[in-house]
């Protein structure tokens, strides 16, 4: 069974920082992409920041310049540093990974969510 964790939200200051981190754990034979999504009150949930299976990282045009998405390939970890933080950036942060696993038949790819994390900021 593959999973992912997430950790690193919490109540920061405007202005202020937080790292997020997401593992993927369990029989994972590759990652094709993996990032992260948030989801506001009353809205749809975004993207924030991906690597993306062409070996690309996407980011949203908001967050760029004071987000960071980094990852550990040995761990299976992406973090997501994000720095400046704003009022707006209040949402909870979902992990997102599309895994492939092995299986008797062959190759299968999952798409996966994390819990969510909640980051809030205060102004």
């Known amino acids: 069974q593959v999973q992912l964790v997430e950790s690193g939200g919490g109540l920061v200051q405007a202005g202020g920082s937080l790292r997020l981190s997401c593992a993927a754990s369990?029989?994972?034979?590759?990652?094709?992409?993996m990032g992260w999504y948030r989801q506001a009150p009353g809205k749809q949930r975004e993207l924030v920041a991906t690597?993306?299976?062409?070996?690309?990282?996407n980011y949203a045009d908001s967050i760029k310049g004071r987000f960071t998405l980094s990852r550990d390939n040995a761990e299976n970890t992406v973090y997501l540093q994000m720095d400046t933080l704003k009022p707006e950036d209040t949402a909870v942060y979902y992990c997102?990974?599309?895994?492939?696993?092995?299986?008797?038949?062959?190759?299968?790819?999952?798409?996966?969510w994390g819990q969510g994390t909640q980051v809030t900021v205060s102004s």
């Open positions: 369990g029989s994972i034979f590759s990652i094709n992409a």
């Open positions: 997102n990974a599309k895994v492939v696993v092995r299986t008797l038949w062959g190759y299968r790819e999952y798409d996966l």
């Open positions: 690597f993306t299976s062409g070996g690309s990282t």
